[in-house]
């Protein structure tokens, strides 16, 4: 299990070889979360004011690994 913590909260992952699971994910105070699943990737988007951070974990072409994008309106 592997853990990231962003501004708008926490997300934790079960890393497999070829797969992964949402182990929980719990926004900060003062933000709202949403979670997306499809068969190869696990989105968690916390959002606060004009402010969007989301934690990808995606397998589709290679072993499960996390990105994380950090936008401003």
Do not use: N
């Not at 926004?27 to 709202?32: C, L, T």
């Not at 979360?33 to 402010?51: A, C, G, L, S, Y």
Request: charged residues 30%; glycine residues 6%; hydrophobic residues 40%.
């Amino acid at each position: 299990m592997k853990s990231y913590a962003v501004d708008g909260g926490r997300v934790a992952f079960d890393l497999g070889d070829v797969s992964a699971e949402l182990v929980s994910a719990t926004p900060a105070s003062g933000w709202r979360m949403q979670v997306w699943k499809q068969d190869r990737w696990i989105r968690v988007t916390f959002t606060r004011e004009d402010r969007e951070i989301s934690v990808f974990c995606v397998w589709h072409d290679s072993a499960p690994r996390v990105e994380i994008d950090d936008r401003r309106a």
